[in-house]
């Protein structure tokens, strides 16, 4: 990877996607050695996976991390702009994740830094550190070549489902999009998808594609997005899954999810072949190491 | 002639906008920033005859050039208007508006949760599409109403 900055997973080529998968196979048993590399963690949004995940990658390579704690108490609460955070979080680290809740937060603030800046989650926009781990997990256990996708929840708010939509487009994936009308994907995406010349379906209800999927990725449908509770409560339980529902999947189904959930996958399924979302999860770690090597030290730098 | 036509007819200095699709008028006024509290003598023609454009419309400001970054935004609801320069009654320059890859400053993002719609120190940028707008922080598409947004 060549990029100072990692925004979107627009930016992401086949290639790129390819070298940090492959190393990420290999980076555990032989981590090279970051040392003297600190990495800042600007997380203005609650985080434990990611925040977690990007904090043991630094320390696997043998760095350290700075973190700015809880918005609460750092300069935020004073009023200061983030343009003006990572300005001077710039002058303490070799590079930057952020997690902002407003769209565009890191490509803005990229601009105002020399240093790598990773997009760790920007409002409902993007996430593309978790698109690698999850297409990790998806090569790992389906392929990326000849991948039919079922991606179900949130789709209009859901970032990771944005970002991984758009780095699919590298692959032969059929896309299959499941979600109420109120959360269907963004134009912008859609937009992008056909621009990529990405085979897309979109549907309401899994049982139309759901015997097809080689994946399933499940988002959360966020209570929050909508303004009446009884709306939210119309569509949650259509988009819960459980073992039952999975009866009418192909037994080598990869059920996956970028957590937390809720109650959208029934405990019931954890214990299957199918349940991959822990090892998605626990996958954040090697792969952000093979991110941050390529990033902050990587021998193409 | 008499003066009144030659005002709506001629203008002394300033800038003539013409082959407006019909009914853009105001809209063109709108990304000017024109609303008659400042004084300017403006005129307006809306829905004349047009052999190109079927129905045009044309906009004529009184002592005033248009900045390269009006002239952007314009070309995205008048694709085929023309800009002429009038300086003592002689059209001196006469140009037509090519559409940009990216309009900076101009526009507002009609998302709420855009970070370009705080505090912070960064300009509006979009990407021109072959039909719409897109905004360069977040992505956020506007196909329709330009000029809403400005």
Known sequence: ?301 | MSDDTLRVSKIRDGTVIDHVPGGQALKVLAILGIDGSAGETVSVGMNVPSDKLGRKDIVKVEGRELSQAEVDVISLIAPAASINIVRDYEVVEKNRVVRPDRVEGVLACPNPNCITTGDEPVASAFEVLDAGVRCAYCDTIIRRDIADHI
């Open chain 1, 1 to 301: 990877m060549r990029h100072d900055h990692l925004i979107s997973a627009k930016q992401l080529s086949r290639d790129d996607i390819e070298a940090v998968l492959d190393r990420a196979a290999t980076i555990a048993d032989d981590p090279p050695d970051h040392g003297d590399a600190i990495l800042a963690l600007l997380f203005f949004e609650p985080s434990t996976r990611t925040k977690m995940s990007f904090d043991a990658a630094m320390k696997r390579l043998g760095g350290t991390t700075v973190d700015m704690g809880p918005v609460e108490t750092s300069s935020v609460k004073k009023g200061e702009t983030l343009a003006d955070t990572v300005r001077v979080v710039e002058g303490y680290a070799d590079a930057i994740v952020l997690r902002h809740p407003s769209e565009g937060a890191a490509k803005m603030a990229s601009e105002f830094v020399d240093v790598p800046l990773i997009n760790a989650g920007d409002g409902a926009g993007q996430h593309p550190s978790q698109t690698l781990l999850d297409l990790y997990t998806i090569r790992e256990n389906a392929g990326l070549d000849d991948l039919t996708i079922g991606i179900m929840g949130d789709l209009k708010y859901g970032r990771t489902v944005h970002s991984l939509a758009s780095a699919l487009t590298n692959f032969d994936a059929r896309q299959h999009f499941v979600s109420p009308e109120s959360l269907r994907l963004p134009r912008s995406v859609r937009y992008d998808l056909h621009e990529a010349g990405a085979q897309v379906r979109e549907h309401t209800d899994l049982e139309e594609v759901l015997s097809e999927l080689d994946v399933l990725y499940v988002t959360r449908i966020q209570r929050e997005r909508f303004p009446d509770e009884n709306e939210y409560r119309a569509v949650a339980g259509q988009y819960r899954i459980d073992e039952g529902t999975l009866a009418a999947a192909r037994e080598d189904l990869v059920v996956m999810h970028p957590l937390p959930r809720v109650d959208e996958i029934s405990a019931d399924v954890d214990d299957t072949t199918r349940a991959k979302y822990f090892e998605q999860a626990h996958n954040g770690v090697p792969v952000r190491m093979a991110l941050l090597d390529a990033m902050i030290g990587g021998e193409d730098r």
